[in-house]
């Protein structure tokens, strides 16, 4: 990182640009540690949520789901739905109550098993309810992440294979993935926006360029100790859900490893809103709601509470171009499916793509003065 | 002063904010160790001027050299050998005065010890203070102080005593020429002119962006009684801030 300033006329060595950002890095850091709102926002919502749900959800969602007069009952699919302590099975009444139950919403929906003509395989059919359609869309996402089997492939050609399977899927290990996205995203681009801002405001970056430090040095300096607070809060988050409330890491620390690692690409991607929005922004009041703009339809339509698959068709694929739908999901995936970092190479693309675009802008509207 | 060094040398320089000439082709030098003022009304161009010295401004036109560098082409030279307290400037927030200092001195890639430095300009007693809490005087100090970390050869002081109490302000002056003494160049600006009096060495007056009188105080003074000019009250052996501050004693004030 040295350039071009190894000449000292004071005669005390090269100016150090290294030193310059860490000295940066330090004092951001401190600041932020000293700052409630930065506090608030990426510890103290999360884990009220994580709270909330843990206690509310205990072992989780109910999911009812009926199963078809005449379906088989003793076959695989039916007693890993059975096991997944989410769901809960009922039978013994007619078509014609289940079509009433069904349209009530009584019923989240509705499956029916059969074995298949001349195979060993079986044919799933499950038939949701626009009554339920968010429990239906949690049904769905368990059917998906959870159920099916390896065993069971030739069956489900039509949906995605999963590896996991019979794992207890807990309201926790759905939420948790959540709540850590939308931490990620609030310290990402409230704190970056804030910072920026109110440094270019109050006139502290015009004191810093009377010093020889490089923009670059201030702009990694922030961005280490943004990075580094949210990553520690990431931690406890992820360490309080599993010891307290028995958030799923199928790989133990590889697994806490693997969500940070995508949890630093996460910030990253989202400090750039917070570049953009410190740009464009004339007063620190106009932060929070231009803030808002990015952050609550990521909040509301990512995934945090409710699986994407719950929300109306027409709504997916708004929730399909935002980039905190594919944090979550590659943290749900690690975290819950047990995936490696490769696994999830489409999400990561995905965020990849997002930061480039997003850096692309903010290069662009970012201002120093 | 007898050398005549040229530590900064100011020639035909131009500012224009759009159609607006702030400073209209001015030219001077600024010798080294010594304490050249910059005088005159406000929107004359003393802040432009000083902060395209220091390099925060960029200029219309002109040529100036910095202790042999160009702002054009080494300004990261010129950052590392000045220290600059601007007139307006803020710190980084939620940090106490000992951390900011460590902050400077790491943008500085100075080594100093944060105590030392608050100690100069008598502020050991505020170390765990944030600088928000500062009172308008403690502020104008704890900037004097960051100018110093990186022991600079030319520190640049716009309005340094605005604001400050008359112990407060004679405090300064010493500290001011204490720092020349150590063999810094100083350049500063203000509106009181027997500030400027007592302890420049040279001063320039600047009117519209333009250099109206440049010389040493005693001249300026001597040129103008020579041209007959008087004052119209006889002059008490004392002034009002001679008995403000024998009053109020000469301590620096918390
Ligand atoms: N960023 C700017 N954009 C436009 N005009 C500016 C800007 N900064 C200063 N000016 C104008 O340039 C002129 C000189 O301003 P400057 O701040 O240099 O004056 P000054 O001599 O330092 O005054 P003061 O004694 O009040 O500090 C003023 O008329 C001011 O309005
Ligand atoms: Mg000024």
Redesign the interface.
Known sequence: MND??S????G?GG??NT??T???A???F??IM??PSAVVFTLAFPLIFILVFGFLGGGGTRIDVGVKPGSDINNPVIAMLSKTGMIRLVMDKSQADFDKLLEKGNVDAMIDVHKKVNSVAYSVNVVYTSASRDKGGILKSVLNNVFYDKTLKPTVAEIKESTITGREYKTIDFILPGQLGFSLLSTGVFGTAFVFL??RQ???I????????KRSSIVIGEAIARIGFALIGALFIILIGHFFFGFTLVHGALTVLNMLILGTMGIIVFMGFGFIISGIAKTESMVPPISNIVTLPQFLLSGTFFSIEAFPSWLQPISRALPLTYLNDAMRKVAFEGSGLWDVKFQIMILLIWGIVIYAIAVKVFKWE | MEAKNAIISVKELVKKYDDFVAVQGLSFDVYENEIFGLLGPNGAGKTTTLEII???RAKTSGEIIV?GFSVDKNP??I????G?Q?Q????????NLV??I??????????IKPMEMLEKVNLQDKAKAKYKALSGGQKQRFSIA?TLI??P?IIFLDEPTTGLDPQARRNLWDLIIAIRNAGTTVVITTHYMDEAEQLCDRVAFVERGQIIALDTPDNLIDQLVNSGFERKKEVKKANLEDVFINLTGKEWRE
């Open positions: 071009g300033n000449s000292s006329p004071l005390t100016y150090s030193t310059a860490l000295a940066l330090k004092a951001s401190r600041s000293r700052s109110s440094l109050t006139l502290v015009k004191r810093f360029f009377a010093t020889p430090v | 220091e390099t925060l202790d990261q030279d950052k590392q050998i000045i600059v601007l307006a400037a803020g710190y980084y927030p939620n940090l951390e900011l460590e902050l400077f001195a790491g943008l500085y890639g100075a080594k960051t990186n022991q050869k």
